[in-house]
Every structure is written in C-alpha cells, then in structure tokens.
C-alpha cells in the first residue's frame, strides 16, 4: 500500500502483493534510492516447488507500489536447514533447531542495491553480499 496523496498520512491505496506465491516469503527489509524507487529484498521459495529451498529476491517499484519487478538474487537455491545452529541461549536439547537468523539488509542509491544476507558457507552459516544494478 502506499499514500495516495504525498504527505497525507490518513489516506492510502488498498494493500497489494508484491510478487504473488503460493510458497513461503519471510524477513523483508525495504530501502528507498533518492530517484523514489523502492526496493525490498526477502528471503522467497518461489524458486522451490517443495518450499523448502531459499531465493533471495529483489522487488523493486519506480511508480510507487502501483507495479513491481522482482528478480532472484542467487544462481542456485539454498537449503537453511543445512547447518543447525546452537545459539548461546539456547540450552540442549533444543539446541541444533534450525535457524537461519533474524534479518536481511539493502541499501539503495540511484544505481543500485546492495543486499546483505544469510546462506550456506562451506561449514557453516555465513554473510553474503550481493548488488542488483539500475
């Protein structure tokens, strides 16, 4: 959804999806490039029939919300359950559940978004980085 009119904060168009999926789509984070597009990354698996493997996709709109581009982010799926990951509060036995992490990050500029996210390393759980380019 998005305001109707520039600055008034009690009018707004009807809720609209971004990228339709009958699969999971989860931890969006949004940013803005000072041109006006809007950009929003989340983690989607769109790309798995089974929705069990993770795209990371980039929807973005330069019409603010009436329309949206959306494209993966990654070559190749990944599956977030790979590694169980024991976080320091967590005690057994409920240590080793899965947990892939709390966020996703994008920044924009007029050229492009640069997005931050969680996937599988070699051993482990890792940071990567990623660019999309306007």
Request: charged content about 15%.
């Given at each position: 959804m998005h305001q109707t009119t520039a600055g008034d904060l009690a009018h707004w168009s ?101 997005v931050l996210y969680t996937g599988n390393g070699e051993q482990a759980l890792d940071v ?7």
């Open positions: 009807e809720a609209a999806q971004i990228k339709a999926s009958p699969n999971q789509q989860f931890f969006p984070w949004i940013s803005a490039a000072p041109n006006g597009r809007v950009d929003v990354v989340y983690y989607d698996r769109t790309c798995d029939s089974g929705d069990k493997l993770n795209c990371v996709t980039l929807s973005s709109t330069t019409d603010s919300g009436a329309s949206w581009s959306s494209a993966s982010l990654l070559n190749t799926p990944f599956d977030g359950d790979v590694f169980e990951t024991c976080l320091a509060f967590v005690q057994e036995p409920d240590c080793g559940r899965h947990f892939m992490g709390d966020y996703i990050a994008i920044a924009s500029n007029n050229a492009k978004a640069q990567f980085s990623v660019s999309a380019t306007f």
